[in-house]
């Protein structure tokens, strides 16, 4: 059975340690149960540790050998490990204790997880991890493209992926990831700067099964991207092009037309999207960061008609 290795309701390792059989306490009412007495399988890594927050579960490796060799078998057996919560606080040498033996992970969160973190001790977790579904290593500052190559070569079954605040990310890279991981539902490439319109374009035809696309701060894709967003992927629910000056109005109006699922529209800082194309998504119920301008009052109910050009010739 595997477990989920994240923060869930706590349990005080105090009181689970000092936890007494009712059989014992009937023959010896001083004795006490040691938290390591009781089966390790079945209920301290099937049914109490799952419940213990990351950072007790750091702790405890601290405690003995015992109580190591405990937390790298539950370990062992995690489809989760979230490092989020506690990315300040982990060592180098804890994480490497935590993922020694694990090969059942299906998500894996890193993110701000920075200094020690390197492409050596990450990549080996991703060859041993084939069936990874879900990875964040959001504003992981210290890896390289590397790690993404990595990625792209050992796990084919990923869903999400998000490299947000990984400004190392490199173009070659990203279109292997695209080309090996043809079943992404989530991509958030948030300020990966160095990312072209033609690497992106790659991803998109490759995944149109795409539901959320992040590229904000992508500052040099232009309308191709939104273009071919907006034709190639029809379960598209959430897309973020916040900081791209680039993207115009007509390919904003193909995203209505063509994205029926779309559910929000983040445009912040895109000097050329109006309300001239966004108008037509908030009438269908599309959520948009950038606020509809008021409408006057005499022009609510009186609305002005557009002269037609050629009146004004036969004057």
């Known amino acids: ?58 702790s405890l490796q601290r405690v003995s050998t015992h109580f190591q060799e405990l937390i790298r078998q539950y370990m062992a057996n995690c489809s989760v490990l979230d490092f989020s919560k506690v990315a300040s606080k982990v060592t180098k040498e804890a994480f490497l204790t935590a993922v020694e033996r694990v090969e059942t992970l299906r998500v894996l969160s890193l993110q701000n997880c920075k200094g020690w973190l390197k492409d050596d001790i990450l990549m080996p977790v991703f060859s041993r991890n084939k069936y990874l579904q879900r990875i964040d290593l959001g504003s992981s500052s210290g890896l ?36 090996n991981c043809r079943k992404l539902q989530h991509v958030d490439l948030t300020s990966c700067w160095e990312l072209d319109d033609e690497t992106i374009v790659t991803l998109i035809m490759t995944n149109p099964g795409l539901k ?23 379960k598209l629910e959430c897309l973020n092009i916040q900081g791209c000056w680039r993207i115009t109005n007509s390919v904003i109006r193909l995203l209505g037309d063509c994205c029926p699922k779309l559910r929000r529209l983040e445009v912040e800082d895109c000097r050329d999207v109006t309300e001239a194309s966004l108008a037509r998504l908030r009438v269908k ?21 557009a002269p037609y050009p050629a009146l004004y010739h036969q004057i």
């Not at 990595?150 to 947000?164: F, G, M, P, Q, T």
């Not at 119920?285 to 008609?305: N, T």
Request: aromatic fraction near 6%; include cysteine; hydrophobic fraction near 40%.
């Open 1 to 58: 059975m595997s477990s989920r290795c994240e923060d869930t309701t706590p349990i005080e390792i105090q009181d689970v340690a000092e936890m007494r059989s009712d059989e014992d306490m009937s023959v010896d009412h001083e004795r006490h149960i040691n938290l390591l007495d009781l089966p390790w399988h079945d209920i301290l890594i099937g049914r109490i540790l799952p419940y213990i927050p990351m950072k007790q579960i750091f």
């Open 144 to 179: 390289t493209s590397q790690s993404v190559h990595c990625i792209a070569v050992n796990c084919y079954d990923l869903r999400s992926i998000s490299l947000s605040e990984c400004h190392w990310v490199q173009a070659p890279s990203v279109a292997v990831l695209a080309l």
């Open 212 to 234: 959320f696309l992040s590229l904000a701060k992508i500052y040099g894709i232009t309308d191709v991207v939104v273009d071919m967003v907006a034709r190639s992927c029809p």
């Open 285 to 305: 119920g599309v959520e948009i960061d950038a606020k509809a301008p008021p409408r006057r009052l005499h022009e609510a109910q009186h609305p002005v008609l």
